[in-house]
């Protein structure tokens, strides 16, 4: 059974950083893509930036752009999200997901229907 459990949520005040877990058990998936994800209360689901399947790309939402980065040891088969400069609105459910496909197309790293594996998400509040 495959499960992705994301850890390292928690309540920080503006500008500063937190580092976000996910830790996958069931599979590998260090072939394979793997993504953030985040809800904020009455919004949709949005995404926030993904690694490549190669590992040697990543994509980030505008909004996020400068401040995050992704990661991923394969050793672990563990993906982090490096939050840093956090702002107000970054305040949000954080999701982590895994795909089953070698995506090929960028855009397809931004649709939440490409990935198969959701984790249960953890909480990110960024205070004034």
């Known amino acids: 059974q495959v499960q992705l459990v994301e850890s390292g949520g928690g309540l920080v005040q503006a500008g500063e950083s937190l580092r976000l877990s996910c830790a996958a058990s069931g599979r590998t998936f260090s072939d394979y893509p793997m993504g953030w994800f985040r809800q904020a209360p009455g919004k949709e689901r949005d995404f926030v930036g993904a690694l490549s399947w190669s590992g040697g790309r990543t994509y980030f939402a505008d909004s996020v752009k400068g401040r995050f980065t992704i990661s991923r040891d394969s050793a672990k088969n563990t993906l982090y999200l490096q939050m840093n400069s956090l702002k107000l609105e970054d305040t949000a459910v954080y999701y982590c997901?895994?795909?089953?496909?070698?995506?090929?197309?960028?855009?397809?790293?931004?649709?939440?229907?490409?990935?198969?594996?959701w984790g249960q998400g953890t909480q990110v509040t960024v205070s004034s």
């Open positions: 997901a895994a795909s089953d496909r070698r995506l090929t197309y960028s855009r397809s790293y931004y649709n939440p229907n490409q990935y198969h594996y």
